[in-house]
């Protein structure tokens, strides 16, 4: 080799980590990629080039493990979810990388800021909420713990709206994250699939003179595959994130095309594309619509036919199939994966219904995220059959064989059949999604302990009579790499220092390391300057967007997630609403001064939540220019809350908020963030609080309110929300005086959905939990006076959350649900 040569093989400065290898690809990526010099290029250019230095990286490390994985044939996780919310890339991926720092330096060096560069970044709404939140953080960790796994989902063009609020209404704004590219993905044109619509299912016989179905669809699209790397933590390790996008096939056009219907094929081309233009952007939706079943189809259906290319490739038989992989499905969303790989087995690849059943059941897994009757989904029939005409024939037969096996289990309960069936008769017929997830599913898991246990008692009873041991728990967890180190660095590097390793970045549980400093003035102190700091950075910003910037020495209470009367965000509101006129009435009354923080969407068409946002607003207003009480209390409302708003906020808080009535949440993850950032949780007994409680310890949370039991006898009872109105002066007055048209210019009209829904209806019980929840907010407020104190329970949230990382859910899920093991790829060969 030439001294040349030799040095080149030394240096790999295409994809090195030292600084002159990161600031020279900057430098070339400006100039090749971007056609840019340094003297001309926009924020926007320097975030592409470092991006695209980044992406180098992971590149080279990502395929290492696609080839390592596919030497092996190792089992893999396929992760189906209709959504992702991945968050900003860029400082994430550096994190992982380990170039965090050095990246700054060059960018320094560049005259560039990386604060700005990473300003400058598009996140992918590609989710509504918790959910897709949830699954890119178990993308996260899968990565992380070395478990082979894709992401499979729809690369939607349009995500979930960008939330503006104009005269304190909340307005949308189509989401146009593409607009600048995508520095991330790599689209990969010839790796498509075909994906049928409607038309009908017909016998013929085949070459061996057997009759079998097939289905002959009368719309055709394609499926095109854009992959994202996902990196694990400090490892080699990268995974797939692998979202498609609808085309209309070529031939469709030039058909067309031929006989003159010009028109026809412009419109069967906009039909086909149109699939993956937009999210649906309802949190536990409600309408069935024919659009939203085709999206399902359409991912699940390129997902399981990109399996099936692999297997064959890898083993040459699908006869294995449920060993190779091992399908969960995030929700209901992608439970047509169950009917449609039937399909696939039995109508494409020729195999019995028999073995197709055996390998369909022992691949797919199914979590179930809300308990909210109106959030369960069904189909009615009909859309399904004009869709999907073969599919209804096969979930017919796999229904048939499945009610033959209750009655033989259950004799003589036909009540139980009916409640049972996958096709609910009762209010035109139905499909119901669960129970076809249920079915299908080896394993049927809940997202926290109280929301598994209430699944095995209230909607999937019937199931877990038949099929106990096919019931878990897995508690969600959220990844600490995110919502620790990139959103709070100066906490981060404060645990660093007192613990004196970084190694609860990977191994949570040695947070518990603070606990012996929880009482030291020393680290007490920098805990509050950092979560003061943190406190300024979101004043700031709130200011430069909404005008109003809180006073970071006042206690951020904050209440952040999308707005729905579960949540109860309007408790939040009567609890303010009361202090304000306590104080009005007490001016010397003793209070900790407050800055109540909300953010959050509404699904647009969710009157009584776009309404709950007005009142927020309505009440701030009010508040917030009461020079009587400004000292004590004003309200803030944080718009667009997104990933990467909410990464300002975390870290921010000191009380966060998460008073859902009790059995409604079925985890929450939001809990988690806050708590990880030190901040104290007011709450119900619900969801996860509960298992966080328990954790952080009991002394260390403010509980309130009745248990999902109480509140199960209440309704049994019969729950009269008047008489709690009519019983309770303050309630009352905290009531009346939003009706009164106090924050509403005198316009008596405007609130009062919500004021008479809470009198006569409150189906959420807002009224019932109102008193215990003042009275702890009492607590609160004595407690945050004494800083030592608040500050040693601040330490104790962080040092004992360890439990809630997405890493220890991720092993729980690969342990018990999958029996997969981690295969580590090596960076050197
Ligand atoms: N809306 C639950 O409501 C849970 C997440 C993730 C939700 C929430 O409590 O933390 O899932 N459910 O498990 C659905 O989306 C159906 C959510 O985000």
């Known amino acids: 080799m030439s001294q040349a040569a030799k040095q080149d093989a030394n240096e790999p400065t295409r994809t090195g980590l030292s600084r002159g290898a990161l600031k020279r690809a900057v430098l070339d990526n400006l100039f090749y990629v971007m056609g840019r010099f340094p003297e001309v290029a926009s924020a926007s250019d320097r975030y592409s080039a470092v991006a695209y230095t980044v992406r180098d990286r992971l590149l080279e490390r990502w395929i290492r493990t696609a080839r390592y994985y596919k030497e092996r044939n190792s089992r893999t996780v396929c992760y189906l979810s209709a959504e992702y919310l991945p968050g900003p890339h860029l400082l994430n991926n550096m994190l992982n990388l380990g170039i965090t720092r050095t990246a700054g330096e060059v960018a320094r060096e560049l005259g560039a800021d990386l604060a700005e560069i990473r300003e400058t970044e598009e996140e992918p709404g590609l989710g509504n909420g918790g959910l897709g939140r949830l699954a890119a953080c178990y993308m996260d960790s899968l990565a992380t713990l070395q478990i082979p796994a894709i992401g499979y989902g729809i690369r939607y063009e349009f995500g979930i709206f960008d939330q503006v609020i104009v005269d304190g209404w909340q307005v949308e704004k189509g989401d146009t994250w593409l607009r600048n590219g ?74 067309a095309f031929n006989v003159g219907d010009y028109y026809g094929a412009v419109h069967a081309k906009i039909e086909a594309e149109t699939l993956s233009k937009v999210l649906y952007p309802n949190d536990e939706p409600v309408a069935g619509k024919e659009l939203r079943l085709k999206q399902q189809y359409f991912f699940v259906s390129c997902s399981l036919q990109d399996m099936i290319r692999l297997q064959l490739r890898n083993a040459g038989t699908l006869d294995r199939f449920h060993e190779k992989y091992a ?89 139980r059949v009916a409640r049972m069936s996958l096709i609910d008769e009762s209010d035109g017929r139905k499909v119901r999604m669960a129970h076809l997830a249920a079915v299908g599913s080896r394993a049927i898991n809940g997202v926290a302990e109280l929301h598994s246990s209430l699944l095995k008692t209230t909607i999937m009873r019937d199931f877990h009579d038949l099929w106990p041991e096919r019931f878990h728990n897995v508690t969600n967890g959220v990844t600490p790499r995110r919502f620790m180190v990139v959103s709070n660095p100066p906490l981060a590097d404060l645990i660093s220092d007192t613990c004196g390793h970084a190694d609860w970045i990977r191994d949570m549980r040695r947070l518990r390391e603070l606990e012996a400093h929880a009482d030291d003035a ?157 901040t104290l949780t007011i709450g119900t007994l619900d969801g996860a609080n509960i298992e966080l409680r328990d954790e952080v310890g009991h002394d260390n949370f403010y509980l309130f309110g009745m248990t999902a039991e109480e509140v199960q006898q209440r309704q049994a009872e019969g729950y009269r929300p008047w008489e709690l109105y009519h019983g309770d002066a303050q309630l009352r007055s905290a009531v009346d005086l939003i009706a009164s048209g106090l924050f509403s210019h005198g316009d008596t009209e405007l609130f009062r959905p919500i004021t008479e829904n809470l009198i006569h209806s409150d189906p959420f019980m807002v009224l019932a939990d109102f008193h215990a929840y003042q009275e702890r907010q009492q607590e609160v407020d004595r407690a945050y006076r004494d800083p030592n104190h608040w500050t040693r329970m601040s330490i104790l949230n962080t040092a004992r959350i360890g439990k809630f990382s997405s890493d220890r859910a991720i092993a729980e899920y690969a342990k018990k649900i999958w029996q997969i093991e981690p295969a580590p790829v090596e960076l050197a060969d």
């Not at 508040?623 to 990464?647: C, E, T």
Request: with cysteine.
């Open 327 to 415: 399908i969960q499905l995030n929700d209901t969303h992608p439970a047509l994966a169950i009917v449609e790989l039937m399909r696939l087995l039995v109508d494409e690849h020729f195999m019995s219904w028999e073995q197709a059943w055996e390998i369909t059941r022992n691949s797919c897994h199914f979590t179930n995220h809300t308990l909210l009757p109106e959030a369960l989904e069904t189909w009615p029939v009909a859309l399904f059959e004009r869709l999907l005409p073969r599919h209804l024939e096969i979930l017919y037969e796999i229904n048939r064989r499945f009610l033959d096996e209750v009655r033989v289990h259950f004799l003589n309960d036909e009540e």
């Open 182 to 255: 995508n520095p991330w993905e790599i689209p990969r044109p010839k790796l498509t699939f075909p994906v049928g619509f409607g038309g009908r299912a017909e016998h013929y016989t085949d070459k061996h003179g057997v009759i079998r179905r097939r289905w002959l669809p009368d719309l055709m699209v394609n499926g095109v595959a854009y992959d994202t790397p996902i990196m694990g933590y400090g490892v080699t390790n990268g995974n797939l994130l692998r979202l498609w996008k609808s085309e209309a096939p070529e031939s469709f056009n030039f058909q």
């Open 522 to 678: 020393g680290l007490q102190g920098r805990w509050r300057e950092v979560k003061t700091a943190a406190k300024g950075a979101l004043s700031d910003w709130l200011g430069q967007h909404t005008g109003f910037r809180p006073d970071p020495e006042t206690l951020f209470d904050v209440q952040a997630k999308r707005i729905h009367e579960y949540k109860r965000q309007h408790l939040n509101l009567l609890h303010i609403v009361w202090l304000y006129e306590h104080l009005k009435q007490n001016p010397n009354a003793e209070l900790t001064p407050r800055t109540f923080i909300f953010g959050g969407k509404a699904a647009p068409g969710y009157f009584m939540a776009k309404l709950i946002i007005r009142l927020i607003h309505a009440i701030g207003e009010v508040i917030n220019s009461d020079p009587q009480v400004n000292g004590f209390l004003r309200v803030a409302f944080m718009p667009d809350f997104n990933v990467k708003n909410g990464q300002r906020l975390y870290p921010a808080a000191d009380l966060s908020e998460q008073i859902s009535l009790a059995g409604k949440e079925a985890s929450g993850t939001g809990n988690m963030k806050f708590a990880m950032n030190g």
